[in-house]
């Protein structure tokens, strides 16, 4: 097998990079020291979370001048995303630290005044007419980041590169520059289904060096980000001790017969596949319950992602007992350390729920500080917001004023059992098996304050029933935070996420039952969407 060589100098998900240049058939190498780089062909430097942490571990071990010199020796290059960004002279998020300088411009911040921070979805990589690196105007990359170089017509071409673009709201950003023997693309290339492993072949094969800038391919296509659809597994081991997929009703896993067995809905990473190649924009595991009777090492959770991320070329999601923990030999483990684990086997975000509720809680009890000790925290400083994603589990309860509690409330459509016109959001733990004093917009806020990069916002009422989103629900919360949220609980058809994507300004949407159960596939959910001329990104077989 031919090699590629990988700069292993930073925490993340390479392992779905790893898969994906296996399979369009080269092998990877790792380069773990500077003088390693001369060995090098065609380098890699993956890059997530911040820009001054990726040049300053670069810096501090001694790469950059090793990187420089490959590229000035005219051997193959290639950045991914924060890898794009190291490649320019600096980025606002640390403007004192320096960056390869290969392109002259400083990256900034995407405004977040009118649409949600990080940029995280599928969206075009327009390369004007001409040949980069196999891209192609139908075709959909999966970016996730809140820096991006501004696009402004002829700057970088001036300095002699070819640039596809992407655009997000009114602002036009980088997704891709190449020249010579250097491409980088801001987008992740292994996490972009095929339309992503083409770009890494055209890479790894020298093709999309030969013919860049070459040949004319048509119109670059417009659209921005697409409507984002996320198919969501709860996974847990059921009475016989296998790890099935399983679907509550608000919660409750268990047949409703006499023998109350736990729903065995499939096959974990069978079902992932499956969604995968019905074009889901995204796959979400959560472990409902903790699988505590093993050593946190041998995690059935982990087997899961790794073998999930040899056939899934998508963004994955793993939730459930991310919490710093006691394993079964007495040996403390950090929430941190649990959430490298699942990185290291093919994760790409981690879903924390009942703990950011308690930390949450602590947050406002000592007055909005924070100290930097929690999961969300320490994980996202060490992977990136864009990695930590919070899974709220509220349910309503509804009170006859607006004024009967201290909490945000709202009038709600659907009145409560006693006609009550108001209601707000109690978030729970342990499964919706524990409500706290804490609402929704509070736990929101504080989570976001703490560094987390995306909400998944689930409704327990909703959870199963079929009856659609809560559109109250999500609206409360989308206006309380500027960090994406994933309208999650109660899709029962197609309609419901049209109807969520029209009357919320949601970021995405997820379902889980109705896939499950064979009702709908998510192609349909996308189909629908389509006709109904909201933007979706097409699956490429
Ligand atoms: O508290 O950090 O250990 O995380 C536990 C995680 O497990 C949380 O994300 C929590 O939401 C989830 N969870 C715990 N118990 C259950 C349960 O169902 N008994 N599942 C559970 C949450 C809700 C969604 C579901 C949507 C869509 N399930 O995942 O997929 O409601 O369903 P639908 O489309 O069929 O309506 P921690």
Not at 196 to 216: I, M
Not at 257 to 286: C, H, I, S, W
Request: charged share 25%; proline share 4%; with cysteine.
């Amino acid at each position: 097998m031919p090699k590629v060589y990988l700069l292993d100098y930073v925490a993340g998900n390479v392992r779905s990079l790893v898969n994906a240049i296996e399979k369009t058939g080269y092998s990877v190498e790792w380069v773990r020291t500077p003088e390693e780089v001369a060995n090098a062909d065609k380098l890699i430097l993956p890059g997530v979370g911040h820009f001054g942490h990726c040049l300053g571990q670069l810096a501090s071990a001694g790469y950059l001048p090793a990187i420089k010199a490959h590229i000035d020796a005219g051997k193959p290059f290639m950045g991914i995303c924060v890898g794009l960004q190291a490649i320019f002279e600096r980025s606002s998020e640390d403007p004192d630290v320096a960056g390869l300088g290969l392109i002259k411009g400083e990256l900034n911040r995407f405004n977040d005044t009118n649409k949600a921070v990080p940029h995280i979805g599928w969206n075009s990589a327009n390369a004007s007419s001409k040949s980069l690196y196999d891209l192609r105007p139908e075709s959909k990359y999966y970016y996730v980041h809140s820096y991006k170089y501004p696009y402004v017509q002829g700057d970088l071409e001036s300095q002699g590169w070819t640039v596809a673009t992407g655009s997000y709201g009114e602002e036009i950003f980088v997704g891709a520059v190449a020249k010579g023997n250097v491409l980088a693309t801001q987008f992740h290339p292994e996490k972009s289904g095929v339309a992503g492993l083409r770009v890494l072949k055209s890479f790894l094969t020298g093709e999309g060096q030969k013919t860049l800038g070459q040949d004319v391919k048509g119109p670059a296509s417009t659209g921005g980000l697409t409507r984002r659809v996320i198919a969501c597994l709860d996974v847990r081991t059921n009475d016989q001790g296998d790890l099935v997929v399983t679907k509550g009703d608000q919660y409750d896993v268990r047949e409703k017969g006499d023998d109350r067995n736990v729903r065995n809905l499939g096959k974990p990473v069978e079902m992932a596949k499956k969604y995968y190649e019905q074009g889901a924009d995204e796959v979400t595991f959560l472990n409902i319950t903790s699988f505590r009777d093993c050593p946190l090492a041998d995690l059935p959770m982990l087997e899961i992602l790794r073998r999930t991320s040899e056939t899934v070329f998508v963004p994955l999601t793993i939730g459930g007992g991310i919490r710093d923990t006691v394993d079964t030999d007495g040996t403390k483990v950090s929430a941190l350390e649990i959430a490298t684990m699942y990185f290291k086997s093919g994760a790409d975000k981690v879903s924390i729920g009942s703990d950011a509720v308690l930390a949450a809680e602590e947050y406002y009890a000592v007055g909005r500080k924070l100290w930097g000790n929690t999961a969300i925290e320490q994980i996202s400083k060490a992977y990136g917001n864009q990695a930590v994603v919070v899974s709220i589990d509220p349910k309503r309860v509804y009170v006859p004023k607006i004024d009967a509690t201290r909490h945000n409330t709202l009038r709600t459509r659907f009145p409560g059992p006693k006609g009550e016109e108001y209601c707000w959001y109690a978030c729970t733990i342990k499964g919706g098996r524990e409500t706290r004093d804490i609402d929704v917009v509070e736990l929101a806020q504080a989570v976001e304050a703490m560094g987390t990069g995306e909400l998944l916002l689930n409704c327990i009422d909703r959870d199963g029933t079929n009856s659609g989103f809560d559109l109250e629900l999500i609206a409360q919360v989308k206006d309380a935070v500027r960090i994406p949220v994933i309208a999650s609980s109660g899709a029962g058809n197609p309609a419901h996420f049209e109807e969520v994507f029209r009357e919320t300004t949601t970021d995405a949407a997820l379902g889980a039952g109705m896939f499950h159960r064979g009702e709908y596939t998510v192609e349909q959910v996308k189909d629908h969407l389509a006709t109904a001329g909201l933007e979706v990104r097409k699956f490429e077989g």
